[in-house]
């Protein structure tokens, strides 16, 4: 069953180096199902929803370990095995020294027309994985962007309008 975030709801989390997490707010709880307690070092993939394409974390990873932010729609789990969708900014933290500390991102009520689209493309990326792993389906997704002359960062934002 799908839970949907209100306009106004921001969800807001940060890691470390690792992927556990660090903080959550209190929407970020709520969302989940679990306690803070739960949440709070445990890697924050406890969220992830099987019907999220691996190339989309790969995506999300190679952006942020550079210093550079990214935007992704994210569909994810909750403890009691609901789900619901964000449309996500994550980056780096860094120290004084732009060293990177950790990982940090909001999520906010995505469109709806926006889901639509993006089902159907991690539907097609799921099954590209499933034969030919995540090189595929990054492959895939490249084309596919090539295709319409835009590339990953103008596709996500432009579906969010």
Do not use: C
């Given at each position: 069953?799908?839970?949907k975030?209100?306009?106004?709801?921001?969800?807001?989390?940060?890691?470390?180096?690792?992927?556990?997490i660090t903080?959550g707010?209190?929407?970020?709880?709520?969302m989940?199902?679990?306690?803070?307690?739960?949440?709070l070092?445990?890697p924050?993939?406890?969220?992830?929803?099987?019907?999220m394409?691996?190339?989309?974390?790969?995506l999300?990873?190679d952006?942020?370990q550079?210093?550079?932010?990214?935007?992704?729609?994210?569909k994810?789990?909750t403890?009691?095995?609901?789900?619901?969708?964000?449309?996500?900014?994550?980056?780096?933290?860094?120290?004084?020294?732009?060293?990177?500390v950790?990982?940090?991102?909001?999520?906010?009520?995505?469109?709806?027309?926006?889901?639509?689209?993006?089902?159907?493309?991690y539907?097609?990326l799921?099954?590209?994985?499933?034969?030919?792993?995540?090189?595929?389906?990054?492959?895939?997704?490249n084309?596919?962007l090539?295709?319409?002359?835009?590339?990953?960062d103008?596709?996500?934002?432009?579906?969010?309008k």
């Open positions: 069953m799908e839970i975030l209100d306009e106004n709801d921001f969800i807001v989390s940060k890691t470390d180096l690792a992927g556990k903080y707010n209190k929407m970020f709880i709520k989940s199902g679990y306690s803070e307690k739960e949440l070092n445990s924050h993939n406890i969220l992830r929803h099987e019907d394409p691996k190339v989309v974390f790969k999300l990873w952006r942020i550079n210093k550079d932010s990214i935007y992704a729609y994210v994810n789990l403890k009691n095995g609901q789900y619901y969708w964000v449309f996500a900014s994550a980056t780096a933290s860094v120290d004084e020294n732009d060293n990177v950790g990982y940090y991102s909001v999520r906010r009520k995505p469109h709806d027309k926006a889901i639509r689209v993006v089902q159907d493309l539907e097609k799921l099954q590209v994985e499933k034969s030919e792993g995540i090189d595929g389906s990054e492959k895939y997704l084309h596919l090539e295709e319409k002359g835009i590339g990953y103008e596709f996500i934002l432009s579906i969010q």
